[in-house]
């Protein structure tokens, strides 16, 4: 079994394989991202009830929160893509950690702005320098700096090694902003979502928030595949195997 995972592992960074699996896969995670996201707003904008604090302002949490999970989730997924980078120069892994560092940096966009407007209601300013909005700040400030430190190099592979090198330092950040709420006294709510032990949010805003949580794990791997495959054809462009498949247009 191990021996058949590793010839999958090593097959994946060919990568005529690999553009192959991306197109494969693609259009149905894009269509796992549809459903689940039609679903997921139609439970919380017409099922789940208005809060009995924040009225229907509430329901800025099914975009903020899978966001902010995202966001967090989605640099921890680079992370190993440039530990396996860096170990093992496999370059479809190098391509999938730099293409997933705008996706991320959306995601940490999307967080802080509806964050902000959620704020406005809630706490009379769009923003302060909270503990956990700073450390996502500097998320994206990281997730930025990968972008500009890799677009710096004309050698993507030269690129992509430097800028793996920061997406490992930059890793610290996460479990800041994870346990910010606990280290110290902040306007941001505490943990307050659990679906295994004890959670103060009512059962039936749970339903939603898991679709939308679906939705956005499969937008962020579409996406991922997607912007990996481009990627591949712009390095790759002039090599006979993409010529093959695209044929005379590149």
């Known amino acids: 079994m191990w021996q058949t995972i590793k010839v999958g592992f090593h097959k994946l960074g060919s990568p005529p394989i690999f553009y ?29 009830p208005p809060d009995y604090q924040q009225s229907d302002s509430f329901r800025i949490l099914y975009i903020h929160v899978p966001s902010a999970w995202q966001a967090m989730a989605g640099y921890l997924v680079m992370s190993i893509l440039a530990v396996i980078a860096l170990v093992w120069r496999i370059r479809t892994t190098e391509i999938m950690a730099m293409s997933a560092a705008p996706i991320g940096a959306a995601f940490t966009l999307i967080c802080l702005a509806t964050g902000s ?76 979502i659990s679906f295994v032990g004890e959670s103060t949010m009512d059962a039936s805003m749970k339903p939603p928030l898991i679709w939308m949580i679906v939705a956005t794990k499969l937008l962020f791997t ?3 595949l997607d912007r990996s495959r481009n990627e591949l054809i712009e390095q790759d462009r002039r090599k006979g195997w993409i010529r093959q498949k695209l044929g005379a247009s590149v």
Not at 20 to 48: E, K, N, T
Not at 159 to 175: E, F, K, Q
Request: hydrophobic share 60%.
């Open 117 to 192: 407007i959620w704020g406005r209601p809630m706490w009379g300013t769009f923003w302060a320098w909270d503990a956990r909005l700073t450390s996502m700040l500097i998320l994206l400030f990281i997730y930025l700096g990968i972008m500009g430190l890799y677009a710096a190099f004309e050698d993507k592979r030269k690129g992509a090694r430097v800028a793996c090198i920061l997406i490992l330092v930059g890793l610290v950040n996460i479990p800041i902003i994870h346990f910010s709420v606990e280290w110290w006294t902040t306007l941001h709510q505490g943990r307050g």
């Open 20 to 48: 192959r699996v991306c197109q494969v896969l693609s259009p149905w995670l894009w269509a796992g991202f549809a459903v689940s996201l039609v679903i997921g707003l139609y439970y919380a904008l017409y099922v789940v």
């Open 222 to 224: 579409a996406a991922l």
